[in-house]
């Protein structure tokens, strides 16, 4: 009987997952719309960034390397459907001076016109043991990942309200929704994001202004922007369904975007929290066995 209800309970659950996407929220109009992306020169962002022309959108690319920022502009200008699309962009640091990021998207919004959709994916990431770690490692990343989102979403955030319209879209990472053995640095960091989205998406609700948070897996494929792009009107994005266990997982008092996810987030939470005290006893033996490996060989290297 208890088999029949767990399978039953299974069964319903799968059911939802393979359905939500039929029923969450249709993506972004993106043709003729105006997208920034910072980190938009290279891996996750840039592909998002090539997703989004495809699908029309005239682009801004924001990070530092100018070389590496006309390369990418060139691959993405190879896939343009009409020929009035344009690729601009603009070398700044995200991270520094606030006042230098509103001036560059000033600069965009005066060529391109105001922004649809900021998404803030300029990041970085260091790992190492939290005594290894140099202090200064810790403000590089909370200034990166998280200062660095702050900023073009600070120079954004009025225009969208006062026009009724527009997406901003955080980038963090799985390791922003579960802290994992080294990476006191980056979690801290990614986590912070989360807690950014919230507030800001309750602030901003009202004027028809969206938000979502990304929490990409730890791999770089061009499949990934595909699934953003069908995912994009959820507050949470996830991949694969490692992230979707997180993101129901964690949900915590994020927003629901459909009673559907509200209703998997209910369902899901028992069964996926027993599954995720599976992988924590697990996490916590490899780390105990490493541990202990490592104490070994310091010993016999001692005796020797
Ligand atoms: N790859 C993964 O497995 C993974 C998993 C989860 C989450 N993420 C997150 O996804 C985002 C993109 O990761 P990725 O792997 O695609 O990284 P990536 O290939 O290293 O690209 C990072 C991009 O950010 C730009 N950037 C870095 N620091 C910047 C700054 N201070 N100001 C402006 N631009 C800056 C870089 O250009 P410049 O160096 O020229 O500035 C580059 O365009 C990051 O936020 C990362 O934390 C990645």
Known sequence: MLLLAAASLVAFVLLLYMVSPLIS???LALPGAHVVVTGGSSGIGKCIALECYKQGAFITLVARNEDKLLQAKKEIEKHSVNDKQVVLCISVDVSQDYSQVENVIKQAQEKLGPVDMLVNCAGMSLAGKFEDLEVSTFERLMSVNYLGSVYPSRAVITTMKERRVGRVVFVSSQAGQLGLFGYTAYSSSKFAIRGLAEALQM???PYNVYVTVAYPPDTDTPGFAKENQTKQGNFSSSIGSDGYMLSSLTCGMAPVTSITEGLQQVVT???????????LGSFDSIVRRCMMQKTKSETIDKTA
């Not at 939470?269 to 992988?279: D, H, N, Q, S, V």
Request: charged share 25%; glycine share 6%.
């Open 25 to 27: 929220p249709k993506p």
């Open 203 to 205: 602030e901003v609700k």
């Open 269 to 279: 939470m028992g069964l996926f929290r027993t599954i995720a005290l599976f992988y």
